[in-house]
């Protein structure tokens, strides 16, 4: 699977399961600022509808099967998480799949999303609303920059939490 553009309209989005909508509550004021100045949907897919209140908001219920088709309609990937031992335990998964799908994450600095996205490189960490908005911005607005980003984030998980790279250190744990 690679990143392509199926619609002439970018689209963030973030996937989860209801209980971790709460998360999204981050970025919700950023969001619909951003939908102010730029035309852009905004994605949800999870197992229950949050009926977002953005302008341009579309929910797509959670499938296994459609599951990476449907991660492909978006052009930035979202992780926001709060700063507690619960998000702490969080494994960065959804960081990885979007990256994997050469999707550019933007995450919090909460766990190991730092250690998973290179900040600037092939995503953003982004701590307060400002960098949440910077970032997710610079992404909107500039399409080779996005490209680039989502090109070195597939490549990082290729590299580095692919199955074929994670081989020896896996056959290490039972020898």
Known sequence: FMQEQQTTKTAIGWTGTFSTL?????????????????????VVIADKD?????????????????????LLSFHIGLMPLFDDDISKGKC???????????????????????????NGINGFVCETGQEWEKCLTELLTH???????????????QEKYSVIATKTQFINLFT
């Open 50 to 70: 949050p009926k977002l209140p953005l302008k341009n908001y579309r929910f797509i219920k959670w499938s296994k099967e459609t599951e990476s088709r449907d």
């Open 92 to 118: 960065g998964f959804k960081a990885i799949q979007y990256m994997s799908l050469g999707i550019p994450a933007v995450v919090s600095p909460v766990g190991v999303n730092a250690e998973i996205v290179n």
């Open 143 to 157: 399409t080779t920059v996005r490209e680039d980003m989502g090109k070195a984030a597939r490549t990082k998980i």
């Open 22 to 42: 709460k998360y999204l509550d981050i970025v919700l004021p950023v969001l619909k600022a951003l939908q102010e100045v730029y035309d852009f949907d905004f």
